[in-house]
Structure formats: C-alpha cells, structure tokens
Nanobody, 125 residues
Framework: QVQLVESGGGSVQAGGSLRLSCAAS????????ITWFRQAPGKEREGVAA????????YYADSVKGRFTISQMNAEKTLYLQMNSLKPEDTAMYYC??????????????????WGQGTQVTVSS
C-alpha cells in the first residue's frame, strides 16, 4: 500500500528555516504531480509548492516564492520542501499529496488522491 509520511515540522522564530520531508512507501511510479499544501486553523487548504515529476517543473504560491524550494523525489523516495525566511503567517499544518492524473491544477486539493498525515509548522514573531 502506498503511503506518504511527512516530517520535519517544528517551532521556529521568524526568519528561521525548516526542511520538511515527504517519504513515500510502496509503488511510487506514475505520480504525475506532487504538491505541498498547508492549512491554518479556520482557513482553507492551500497549495504551497508543486513539482511535476516527469519534467521537473516547479510551481509556487506567490506568498512563498523566493523563500520555499521543492525538490524532486530522490532515490530514497523522499521529497523535500526547504522553507527559508519563515514568517508567522507560514504557521500551518503542512501536507504532501500526490496525483496520478495529468489534468487539473497543481494547487487544487480535489485533484489529489494520496495524502500524508501532515506535520505542524509554527513560526513565532
């Protein structure tokens, strides 16, 4: 059974950095798009960064451009989200999600049928 497991969350001060990991188990080939989402209390889940695995193309939300970097999945079936210059508004639960469909938008949660359990990121001012 395919699973995604996030880790690397924690509490940091504004301006700090964290690197989130998304480790996959099981058969991972054929995932067309992998996106990091986040959800803060009382807010909708939003796409933060995505990678299209075949081309390596990456996409970012405007709010994180220049600060976050998504990596390609490596041989250990782990993908990372490097987060620098963190701000209090980055506080949220972060999830990685994978999609086997070729259509749809990278930031649309409805496109994704495989989700991890999430990892909490808290940024204090």
């Amino acid at each position: 059974q395919v699973q995604l497991v996030e880790s690397g969350g924690g509490s940091v001060q504004a301006g700090g950095s964290l690197r989130l990991s998304c480790a996959a188990s099981g058969y991972v080939y054929g995932w067309y798009c992998i996106t990091w989402f986040r959800q803060a209390p009382g807010k909708e889940r939003e796409g933060v960064a995505a990678i299209y695995t075949a081309s390596g193309s990456t996409y970012y939300a405007d709010s994180v451009k220049g600060r976050f970097t998504i990596s390609q999945m490596n041989a250990e079936k782990t993908l990372y989200l490097q987060m620098n210059s963190l701000k209090p508004e980055d506080t949220a639960m972060y999830y990685c999600a994978a999609s086997r469909t070729t259509g749809g938008r990278w930031f649309d949660p409805g496109r994704f049928n495989l989700w991890g359990q999430g990892t909490q990121v808290t940024v204090s001012s």
